[in-house]
């Protein structure tokens, strides 16, 4: 693995972490203010502002570990962490509209 698509990869999970920390604020935040949402609901939303950031920067930090560990090119995966994450949120976030 080279460090200049590594580097490339970690701005990229950063700028990924606040476009996301944006994406769940607005809709969290849109969703609560309907006042519909139980508690539990509530809390997993809240959990979510910070999660899915979270997953890019855990992302980040795992493939520059397995960079200088001198692992192969399949560590670019990890960075399909936080997109797997998102499409979760969406997921529940489309329940929640259906169902809250």
Known sequence: MS??????GVFGQLLLAYLLFMLVAFSGGGLASGGSLRPR???????????LPGACLCSALIVLVLQLSGAG??????????????????????WLIRHG
Do not use: D, K
Not at 41 to 51: D, E, G, P, V
Not at 75 to 94: E, S
């Open 3 to 8: 460090w200049g698509w590594t580097l490339l």
């Open 41 to 51: 609901q509530l809390r997993l939303l809240n959990l979510s502002i910070f999660a």
């Open 73 to 94: 090119a399949g560590a670019y995966a990890w960075h399909a962490l936080p997109l797997v994450a998102t499409v979760l949120y969406l997921g529940y976030l489309r």
